[in-house]
């Protein structure tokens, strides 16, 4: 049993419109209904598959679906889903620490329109072009060269189905599904020009929907072409993966779709990569806007330059999750980077929010989590208390806060960093599973604050206990105020 096979168990009836890695199909949203709007590709997560609406944001894995659509408790979905170990313990479908347990949908900045598909036939034609010009790439040494000392491995070309065209060619426009063009000179149709550079394709679920080749020098002007006929209407912007489920907590966003491809190859597990094209583009295409307005944390690497600083300024205008990243000085891309000598991923991880980077960094945990409590300090009473009350961060009061409405242990230790919501079951203290969902919003806040304020974080890690409840929150406070 996959997700496919449940929607159709709940009376719909999904239409297949790719074939292509096992398959995409769209359907009516069980949750917020429409007509195509929810999205099913049966074939991932081991023949589980996964889903996504484009209209109410939900999506994941079958857990998830029968958690969020069906309405099931975790241990329920779990057991269903086959992910019952037998002693109690389950085996959940993603270990990336601060994994959202509740939707996180904004209203996005600007309005924005799904990409609509090129036509059939050209898609056919494109598709059959990426694969051949993909053979030709990794048997050609010099392009394969030059992106060897950008840093490119063979295993990245592989995976986004960079092509090399070594020549330049021309087809018939009607082949391709293209309008017929009369040239005004010779009064004849005109042909499609396909100039020689690297192939660079751009999905949407797993759909080919456009084709742009990087000229080499001198074949300069223009630098970039977009193949005729790919989607424009809006220009969709580049994922580094072949699929998105709308799932985002940390967006790296750059200029051009190498540099993208770059930062998934080195930091692909720490962030999702969006390559917006030009530093003028702004996320008009659903899917990217979509994504923009979802993420906890947007990275803006656009060029180092003026007119990368001036787009910028947008962004963060804009987005209030967004944060400006700093390329090196002498370094305009991550590209350029790679060729100076720098590491890409510590550069992002060096930018991740605290708490993330340290649930990352096991050593660094135990480092930093376990060198004891807080320096003590001697006050006189009252007044003194007062006035370190006042002195915290604003986050870290408002956590205290959260706390008191409700029973949620935060654990912090070198093994471990987790929220767990717990309700009393004939005496005893369990964990609550449906908490996350009977309390969407009091749980985002504190999963936010949790996962990604710097100044929570250094709290908590300096608690004397790892497990830190309503009841001790205040201890280190306390403990400098005795």
């Known amino acids: ?35 195509d709007r929810f999205h099913v590709w049966p074939a991932q997560n081991n023949g589980q598959g996964s889903f996504w609406c484009r209209s109410c944001q939900i999506g994941g894995d079958m857990i998830t679906y029968l958690r969020q659509v069906e309405g099931l408790s975790f241990p329920e979905a779990a057991r269903i889903a086959g992910k019952d170990t037998g002693n109690g313990k389950y085996v959940r479908p993603v270990s990336i620490p601060g ?12 309005d924005a329109t799904s990409v609509q598909d090129p036509d ?60 017929q063009v009369m040239s005004e000179k010779t009064g004849k149709p005109k042909l499609l020009w396909i100039p020689r550079g690297l192939v660079i394709p751009c999905f949407r679920a797993q759909r080919l929907v456009r084709i742009r080749i990087r000229r080499p020098e001198p074949d300069v002007d223009p630098r970039y072409y977009m193949l005729p006929g790919s989607a424009t209407e809006p220009m969709p912007m580049f994922f580094a993966e072949s699929t998105w489920t709308g799932r985002s907590q940390c967006l790296f966003i750059c200029e ?73 000085q002498e370094c305009k891309d991550p590209g350029e980077m790679i060729k100076a000598g720098h590491n890409i991923r510590q550069w992002i991880l060096d930018a991740l929010p605290n708490t993330w980077r340290i649930g990352m960094l096991a050593p660094e945990l135990k480092n930093r989590g376990e060198a004891g409590p807080v320096e003590k300090r001697e006050t006189g009473g009252g007044a003194d208390q007062a006035e370190e009350r006042k002195a915290i961060p604003v986050s870290v ?86």
């Open 256 to 328: 051009s779709e190498l540099d993208a491809m770059l930062v998934a190859q080195e930091a692909g597990d720490l962030v999702q990569v969006l390559a917006v094209g030009s530093n003028s583009a702004k996320p008009r295409d659903e899917l990217a806007s979509n994504a923009c307005a979802r993420a906890v944390r947007i990275m803006l690497a656009l060029d180092n330059d003026g007119a990368g600083d001036q787009a910028a300024k947008w962004w963060l205008e804009n987005y209030t999750t967004a944060r400006h990243l700093q390329h090196p």
């Open 99 to 110: 994994l959202r347990h509740v939707s996180r949908t904004t209203k996005p900045v600007i």
């Open 397 to 482: 009061k408002r956590m205290g806060d959260l706390l008191k409405l409700s029973d949620v242990m935060l654990i912090c230790s070198s093994q471990k960093l987790a929220i767990k919501p717990l309700h009393q079951k004939a005496g005893r203290w369990q964990e609550h599973h449906m908490w996350w969902h009977e309390n969407q919003e009091l749980s985002r806040e504190i999963h936010d604050l949790f996962w990604y304020d710097d100044q929570v974080m250094e709290y908590l890690l300096q608690h004397p206990d790892k497990k830190i409840t309503r009841r001790n929150y205040w201890k280190p406070l306390e403990k400098k105020s005795s």
């Open 1 to 35: 049993m996959n997700i496919l096979d449940l929607v159709i168990k709940a009376g719909i009836q999904p239409c297949k419109v790719s074939g292509t890695k096992g398959g995409e199909y769209h359907s009516p949203c069980p949750v917020c209904g429409g007509k």
């Open 120 to 179: 059939s036939a050209w898609q056919q034609k494109a598709l059959h072009l990426m694969e051949q010009t993909n053979r030709s790439l990794l048997a050609s040494s010099e392009p394969m060269s030059w992106l060897t000392k950008r840093g490119f491995t063979r295993q990245t070309v592989q995976r986004f189905q960079l092509g090399w065209i070594p020549e330049k060619t021309f087809r018939s426009r009607s082949s391709w599904g293209l309008p």
